[in-house]
């Protein structure tokens, strides 16, 4: 297969290929080593090379017995509760949510199928069970429908907000105090990799909260919670006031490589039988590091505990 790169911009090549196929980063380099990607006929040699607009990248298709090493299901997800009705998991990063048409990766369904879990139908095949998503790169709680009422009330819950999310991100520069943003987002027309501040997009909102200030004071620990749920929604609204979360080089990020440290951390919703209920999703190792290099732990461990509903529904 063929693409083409429509970035304005320099662009690593694993970052515009996770990207634009819907697959890890991490998958990038097998190919590479297996000769399979060329750029304007060039065999790429490395995943950090720069590609630029216009530049064409083809990637050939692997055999069957290294495509099945490279693609399958090698990864274990914490199931943080599960009934009839709902599965609540912390989904690792590098997972995406469903598979992608134009290569083949496994997923999060390709991992409930394998693991043989009922799931609801509603939204096909492909996406059997998803009521929301997270991105590659985010981590943490998801809740999955495993039958058609499930799914329809979860589905509802989201339009009336009953049910919904805090994330917690590191961010390159603090905040000047919480605040709400409220923009319309749609495809970037110079990068559609992105998504951005348009006046033709949808209308989405986002509150952020301060949590800590790191060691050094140069970076932050914040709360972000959604009342819409459009593509990239948090990453394009910090960058609309220059701030980038960290490891976020597609938005801005000009530190370390690292993949984008967000994570959905406190998920609530109404449960059909058991009414209100909420969920934490463990932090996993990467951002954990990162957080113990950085911050005062004591504390992070104290600010955690404390997010709850009640404590940031309606503070702004």
Known sequence: ??????????????????????????????????????????????????????????IDKLESSKQDSAFCIDFDIEIIYEDDDI???????????????SLKESSLVDWLKANNKQLSNISG??????????????????????NNISHSSLSLQLQNKTMGRFYIAIIDAPLKSDIVIECNLARNPKNRLKISKQTNGRYSK?????????????????????????????????ESINRHIVGDSLYGYKGENLRVMLHSYFLYLEHLKNGKM????????????????????EMVGEILKNISFSNFSNSL
């Open 87 to 101: 599965l609540v998991i912390n989904k690792p990063p590098y997972i995406a949510t469903h598979g992608a048409t």
């Open 278 to 297: 909420s969920f934490r999703a463990n932090i996993f190792d990467d951002m954990n590091s990162y957080l113990e290099n950085n911050f005062d732990m």
């Open 1 to 58: 297969m063929e693409i083409k790169c429509d970035s304005a911009s320099l662009i690593r090549l694993d970052l515009f290929l996770s990207t634009a196929l819907g697959i890890s980063r991490s998958q990038i380099p097998n190919l590479i080593k297996n000769k399979l990607i060329t750029i304007n006929g060039n065999i790429a040699k490395k995943a950090g090379i720069l590609v630029k607009e216009n530049d064409i990248i083809k």
């Open 125 to 146: 095949e492909k996406r059997e069970g998803i009521v929301h998503r997270l991105d590659k790169q985010t981590s943490g709680a998801m809740v999955i429908a495993k």
């Open 206 to 238: 986002s509150n952020f909260y301060k949590l800590l200030l790191s060691k050094d004071s140069k970076k932050e620990l914040i709360l972000a919670k959604l009342y819409t749920g459009r593509t990239h929604q948090i990453r394009a609204h910090l």
